[in-house]
């Protein structure tokens, strides 16, 4: 679907569900401790994936929602951008500027992100723990910017996730590091249709 979710709580297709069985055959032998989810059914569904078999409950939180679209959500990206260049322009290039009419801002989006990571990543109930949070698209790119580049100013610069990608990031001693970013390699061509910048970095910040 060609169209900005946002917010909108939809079910994902049926392109989707044969993309989770795949995370969900790359998970089966992982140990997870614990997991968050966006509330969203997307999201949510992607969690179930990953945990199956695992009787782990998952924690619906709102800090990795994804950005809420304003007056543009369940609309045709390629039509809502056509009409509206301005917003294409920040979008593709200056996208930690962007905010629809109505909706939340995407510097916005970076910090509430970053408040619930860090608040999961440094609780001391969680130290040695290997925790699972399923999230959105905007609201993964300004996670791994942050991580990355410590600005949200370097936005345009991070790639985005494809759906299903796995990251995998660290944390010891006030020290995150990104062992991987964006890896979809769980998925056959046919369901990898974005060509994926894999990234194998570690920052300290």
Known sequence: MNIFQGTTDLDISTFGEKQLSFLEARFKDIHIDKAYSSPLTRAYKTALAATKGKNIEIVKDESFIEIHAGKIENENIEKVFALDPILADIWHNRPQDF????????????????KGFEKIATSPENDRKT???ASHGAAIRCLICRLLFGSIERLAETPWSLNTAVS???????????EFANDASHLPKEYNRNKLRILSVKNEE
Do not use: H, P, S
């Open 99 to 114: 905010k629809a009419d109505c909706g939340e801002a995407m510097r916005e989006v970076y910090n509430r992100v970053w």
């Open 168 to 178: 995998l990031i660290t944390y010891c001693d006030g020290v995150y590091k990104i």
């Open 131 to 133: 925790i699972l949070i």
